[in-house]
Nanobody, 120 residues
Framework: QVQPVESGGGLVQAGDSLTLSCAAS????????MGWFRQAPGKEREFVAA????????AYADSVKGRFTISRDNAKNTVYLQMKSLKPEDTAVYYC?????????????WGQGTQVTVSS
């Protein structure tokens, strides 16, 4: 299966933490960037974070810097997004993207998304 599969979304309160996981195909993992994007209702999809397959290069949107951490486990072909100090404005569908040529793309494969809802 080439399409990545996200998990870990849910309903939390402001200030809580949540960790998202993305399981990917090995052939879209090695040598590529993997990224997280999100789309809130009525808004365009936006970049959240990305990491290179060696893990030595990461990038974050300004809105999540210092609160979110992206990491990857190459043995499991899995990328994680650890989210702390969540805010209501973090509410969105979070998408994992793989096979990326750069931190912000383009990406070849997209997951179906996982809903994150932060209540105030």
């Amino acid at each position: 299966q080439v399409q990545p599969v996200e998990s870990g979304g849910g309903l939390v309160q402001a200030g809580d933490s949540l960790t998202l996981s993305c399981a990917a195909s090995g052939r879209t993992f090695r040598g590529y960037f993997m990224g997280w994007f999100r789309q809130a209702p009525g808004k365009e999809r936006e970049f959240v974070a990305a990491i290179y397959w060696r893990g030595d290069s990461t990038a974050y949107a300004d809105s999540v810097k210092g609160r979110f951490t992206i990491s990857r486990d190459n043995a499991k072909n899995t990328v994680y997004l650890q989210m702390k100090s969540l805010k209501p404005e973090d509410t969105a569908v979070y998408y994992c993207a793989t096979g990326g040529a750069g931190t912000r793309g383009p990406y070849d494969y997209w997951g179906q998304g996982t809903q994150v809802t932060v209540s105030s």
